[in-house]
T-cell receptor, first 107, second 113 residues
Framework: KNEVEQSPQNLTAQEGEFITINCSYS?????LHWLQQHPGGGIVSLFM???GKKKHGRLIATINIQEKHSSLHITASHPRDSAVYIC?????????FGTGTRLQVFP | DTGVSQNPRHKITKRGQNVTFRCDPI?????LYWYRQTLGQGPEFLTY????????KSRLLSDRFSAERPKGSFSTLEIQRTEQGDSAMYLC???????????FGSGTRLTVV
């Protein structure tokens, strides 16, 4: 069993839909990242959080430390949101990654 | 500072050849990480440095892999006697360490034929 699990693995949506990606982890963490990866490999950090909730534009990330669970929400999704979204936790000074959720948003 | 830079972006090599990749981190960052990502998977930790000291190596890192960060600035990752299973995206990231954020490079995609 992976230390960081994401669901779903693949997600398709129509433009405008509300999207939720879930992440569960089984190790102790000091913080959790949500990352976005586009074709070609580049990874961009969207959020780093250790408690509560953060919002940036149409993106919202929440974390529940007791339940070892985090969610990434995208409101009013758009085709340009199509990418792989990766959850990664900081454990003993390094990142442990989930396998990613491939999101495709169709017009 | 233009972020984390990795070179080359793509490398195709014949099995058995040696390859070397370079990562130039953000200059103020004292930590530098190497990860490997295969198709459809999340990145896997390989090794990391704090300044010039290599603090941890993954068990994934066989003896054919070696990494250096000689002056605590750029880092190189060398793979000797490449195998087809080494084909992957090699990602570099840097940070201030602790709970500070990470900045990723665009990766080097290695194809071993």
């Amino acid at each position: 069993k992976n230390e960081v699990e994401q669901s779903p693995q693949n997600l398709t949506a129509q433009e405008g839909e509300f999207i939720t990606i879930n992440c569960s982890y089984s190790v102790g963490i000091s913080a959790l990242h949500w990352l976005q990866q586009h074709p070609g490999g580049g990874i961009v950090s969207l959020f780093m959080l250790s408690s509560g909730k953060k919002k940036h534009g149409r993106l919202i990330a929440t974390i529940n430390i007791q339940e070892k669970h985090s969610s990434l929400h995208i409101t009013a999704s758009h085709p340009r949101d199509s990418a792989v979204y990766i959850c990664a936790v900081i454990n003993t000074d390094k990142l442990i990654f989930g396998t990613g959720t491939r999101l495709q948003v169709f017009p | 500072d233009t972020g984390v830079s990795q070179n080359p972006r793509h490398k195709i090599t014949k099995r058995g050849q040696n390859v070397t990749f370079r990562c130039d981190p953000i200059s103020e960052h004292n930590r530098l990480y190497w990860y490997r990502q295969t198709l459809g998977q999340g990145p896997e930790f390989l090794t990391y440095f704090q300044n010039e000291a290599q603090l941890e190596k993954s068990r994934l890192l066989s003896d054919r892999f070696s990494a250096e960060r000689p002056k605590g600035s750029f880092s190189t990752l060398e793979i000797q006697r490449t195998e087809q299973g080494d084909s992957a995206m090699y990602l570099c990231a840097s940070s201030f360490g602790g709970d500070y954020g990470y900045t990723f490079g665009s990766g080097t995609r290695l194809t071993v034929v």
